[in-house]
C-alpha cells in the first residue's frame, strides 16, 4: 500500500523560513519523480516544484528562488524548503509521486499525501 504523510506545516510570520517533509513508503521512491502542491481556500491545486530521480529540480514562477525540493532517497523522504515565506503562502501544502518527469499538473502524478496545513501571519 503507498502511502505519502507530509509533516512540517503550521503557523510562521511573514519572512519566516520552514522546511516539509514527505514520508514515503509502499512504492519504488528513489525511481519515481516527486512533487510539491498547495491548496488555498477557493483555489485550485497549484504546482510548486518538482525533482525527478537524477535530482533535475523544476519550480513554478511564482517561488521566485524562495523555495528548495529535495529528496533522500536512502530514508524515502522528499522535503521542500521554503524561505521567505509571504501571507500568500498559506495553504494545504501536498506531497505527490508518479512518473512524468518534469510533470506540473495533478493528473502527471499517481499518489498524495493527505497534506500539511501552512498558514502565514503578517
Known amino acids: 500500500q503507498v502511502q505519502l504523510v507530509e509533516s512540517g506545516g503550521g503557523l510562521v510570520q511573514a519572512g519566516d523560513s520552514r522546511r516539509l517533509s514527505c514520508a514515503a513508503s509502499?512504492?519504488?521512491?528513489?525511481?519515481?519523480?516527486l512533487g510539491w502542491f498547495r491548496q488555498a481556500p477557493g483555489k485550485d491545486r497549484e504546482f510548486i516544484a518538482s525533482?525527478?530521480?537524477?535530482?533535475?529540480?523544476d519550480y513554478a514562477d511564482f517561488v521566485e528562488g524562495r523555495f528548495i525540493i529535495s529528496r533522500d532517497n536512502v530514508k524515502n523522504v522528499a522535503y521542500l524548503q521554503m524561505n521567505n515565506l509571504k501571507p500568500e503562502d498559506a495553504a494545504v501544502y501536498y506531497c505527490?509521486?508518479?512518473?512524468?518527469?518534469?510533470?506540473?499538473?495533478?493528473?502527471?502524478?499517481?499518489?498524495w499525501g493527505q497534506g500539511t496545513q501552512v498558514s502565514v501571519s503578517s
Open positions: 505527490a509521486a508518479g512518473w512524468t518527469d518534469l510533470g506540473r499538473i495533478v493528473r502527471d502524478y499517481d499518489y
Open positions: 509502499g512504492l519504488h521512491f528513489s525511481r519515481q519523480v
Open positions: 525533482i525527478s530521480w537524477r535530482e533535475n529540480a
